[in-house]
């Protein structure tokens, strides 16, 4: 028996029994296998169900792994440039279900939230030789994360309180209780032909021609279904699993635009000595712009800040007195499939302003603009290569750094059991 938490349940619910078979069902329910005891019977489902997590994992933008990473993240950055490094992330969560896939239920999965929210991050800094140059190591934490549309109250309520959700539900409701109100020598077929509807196997235009005249009889009499069944009775072709599954992804889509929020810090030793050299401490903020639409690209706001504390090489012995400054608001385009809907190409443009608080050196500014590009490509399913370009208007210098990273799980298939 696979364990469901509330958010799988409801959307389990509201895809009207989409993963149970329906011979089954009828063998273990009295009456007709429908939606009104629907939470319980789905903790009887014999077959496994797609797991929503890894689901919205595969399909979140490249920019979103960067801002906060829901599994594993191996990265090689700037290895076009001076100075390199080599980078491995991850949440404290997915190393212990690595090593202990037993918490890979629901019980486990709530519980762990905050672990859930917790990046950390180690790396190896390399030169223009590919030699050692220093330990780096980080933590991030969101503090606002509304995209997490799997443990949360939140989207469960956006889910039961959709006005076309509520038409399916009332629906299958009215259905249930007339099918078992029929003599026991109808009520056998009634329920085959309706489970096949609501599994998607038969369209409505497929159903016996009785079943057909009662769902339009009873949905249309019915202020909560007679918009429906007059949808339903202008299309033969009207499929209940295809409907209830795209307005599902829908609201899901729209969820996962939600604010995103994580503060960070990270550091970095000198390659000599356990001793930092610089400490980062960053804000990011992600936040969706416009409405799922499958035809449409995704448009995403970033805003990252930093105060970044440097070791003051113009000054004998080793601390970290220049203090400089950070802000870099962007806009994210994400160019999605029209199947898969993942993005395949992302184009990332913002600005950058940096100030120095500190002591300046030869022919430094206090201030400085920049016109900043991040193109990334998937060139595989969880690999993407990113290339940063910025250009200083007032300079006129251009440069940019070429990146690999690799977004994986490697839980394997005990992960995709996870509900």
């Known amino acids: 028996m696979y364990m469901i938490n509330k958010a799988a349940a409801v959307w389990l619910a509201f895809l009207l029994f989409l993963s149970m078979n329906a011979k089954a069902q009828i063998k273990q329910v009295p009456g007709p296998v429908l939606a009104t005891d629907s939470l ?67 019980t486990s999965y709530i519980r762990y939230r905050t672990l859930r929210n917790l990046n950390f991050s180690f790396s190896a800094k390399l030169d223009s030789s590919f030699k050692f140059n220093g330990f780096s190591s980080g933590i991030k934490y969101a503090l606002i994360n509304k995209r997490d549309e799997t443990v949360s109250r939140a989207f469960v309520n956006t889910v039961l309180g959709n006005v076309s959700t509520k038409q399916l539900f009332a629906l299958n409701s009215l259905i249930s209780e007339q ?31 009785a079943l057909q005249d009662t769902i339009l009889a009873i949905a249309g009499r019915d202020d909560a279904t007679k918009t429906l069944a007059q949808t339903i009775g202008r299309n033969k072709n009207f499929n209940l699993k295809k409907t209830a599954d795209s307005l599902y992804q829908d609201m899901k889509a729209n969820f996962n635009k939600n604010l995103l929020w994580t503060i960070g810090i990270s550091d970095t030793t000198y390659k000599d ?37 440097v070791d003051d090489s113009t000054r004998s012995g080793r601390d970290l007195k220049r203090v400089l400054f950070s802000f870099e608001p962007g806009i994210n385009l994400a160019f999605k499939t029209r199947g898969t809907k993942k993005s395949y190409l992302e184009i990332k443009f913002s600005g950058g302003y940096y100030h120095n608080f500190s002591y300046l050196y030869q022919d ?17 399913s969880d690999i993407w290569i990113p290339l940063d370009i910025k250009y200083d208007p007032k300079s006129g ?11 994986f799980k490697a839980l394997g298939n005990a992960a995709k059991q996870l509900f």
């Open 40 to 106: 319980k019977l789905l903790k009887q489902a014999p077959n496994p169900v797609p797991n929503p997590v890894l689901t919205a994992d595969s399909l979140a933008t490249g920019n979103y792994k960067d801002v906060l990473n829901s599994f594993f993240q191996l990265g090689f950055e700037k290895f076009t440039g001076p100075a390199k490094e080599f980078k491995f992330t991850a949440t404290p969560f997915a190393v212990m279900a690595k090593l202990d896939t037993t918490l890979l239920v629901d």
């Open 179 to 209: 099918i078992s109100k029929m003599p026991e020598s109808e009520k056998s077929k009634a329920i085959l032909d309706y489970t096949d509807f609501t599994d998607g196997v038969k369209n409505f235009g497929a159903l016996s021609q």
């Open 273 to 309: 000595e356990f001793i930092f050299s610089n400490i980062v401490i960053t804000s990011e903020l992600l936040q969706g712009l416009n409405n799922y639409n499958e035809r449409k690209n995704d448009l995403e706001l970033n805003i990252k800040t930093a105060l970044q504390l």
């Open 364 to 380: 430094e500014e206090r201030d400085r603009f920049t016109m900043n590009t991040t193109l990334r490509v998937r060139v595989f």
């Open 397 to 407: 210098n251009l440069f940019g750094y070429l990146n690999v990273r690799a977004n």
